[in-house]
C-alpha cells in the first residue's frame, strides 16, 4: 500500500474541520470555514489522502456546477471555487497536523493535480 493509499480514521480530522475556525483563526472570508464543515461532513470515517483529496475535488465540483444542497456555499462565481481549491493544501497541513505523513501527501497529491 503505497503512501496516497494508506487509510486512517478520519475522527479528529472531522473535529478539525467542523471547527475550523480554531485551527485556521483570522481567516477574513468564512467561505472557507464553511468549506471545512462540508468537507467534514462529506468524509466517510476513514480515508486515505487520495480519498481525501478526491472528496475535497468533488465537493468543489457539485458547488460549481451549482448544487442547492449545499447550503451556504453555493451559488458563488466559479472563481470563488477555485480559489478555495488553492486553500485545501493549507486546510489539510492544519487539520492533519497530527498525521504530517498524511498531509503531506494530501498536500503531494494536490500538486500532481495542480500540473496535469
Same mark, same amino acid.
Given at each position: 500500500?503505497?503512501?496516497?493509499?494508506?487509510?486512517?480514521?478520519?475522527?479528529?480530522?472531522?473535529?478539525?474541520?467542523?471547527?475550523?475556525?480554531?485551527?485556521?483563526?483570522? &481567516?477574513?472570508?468564512?467561505?472557507?470555514?464553511?468549506?471545512?464543515?462540508?468537507?467534514?461532513?462529506?468524509?466517510?470515517?476513514?480515508?486515505?489522502?487520495?480519498?481525501?483529496? &478526491?472528496?475535497?475535488?468533488?465537493?468543489? &465540483?457539485?458547488?460549481?456546477?451549482?448544487?442547492?444542497?449545499?447550503?451556504?456555499?453555493?451559488?458563488?462565481?466559479?472563481?470563488?471555487?477555485?480559489?478555495?481549491?488553492?486553500?485545501?493544501?493549507?486546510?489539510?497541513?492544519?487539520?492533519?497536523?497530527? &498525521?504530517?505523513?498524511?498531509?503531506?501527501?494530501?498536500?503531494?497529491?494536490?500538486?500532481?493535480?495542480?500540473?496535469?
Amino acid at each position: 500500500m503505497g503512501q496516497f493509499e494508506r487509510v486512517i480514521s478520519m475522527y479528529e480530522a472531522k473535529q478539525r474541520l467542523f471547527h475550523l475556525r480554531e485551527y485556521l483563526p483570522g &481567516e477574513g472570508d468564512r467561505l472557507v470555514y464553511d468549506f471545512g464543515y462540508y468537507i467534514a461532513y462529506h468524509l466517510g470515517s476513514d480515508t486515505s489522502p487520495r480519498g481525501f483529496v &478526491e472528496s475535497c475535488y468533488k465537493i468543489l &465540483e457539485r458547488l460549481a456546477a451549482g448544487d442547492p444542497d449545499e447550503g451556504r456555499i453555493f451559488g458563488y462565481r466559479k472563481e470563488t471555487y477555485v480559489r478555495l481549491r488553492a486553500d485545501i493544501p493549507r486546510i489539510a497541513g492544519e487539520v492533519f497536523e497530527n &498525521e504530517p505523513q498524511f498531509a503531506e501527501s494530501v498536500i503531494k497529491l494536490l500538486g500532481n493535480r495542480a500540473t496535469h
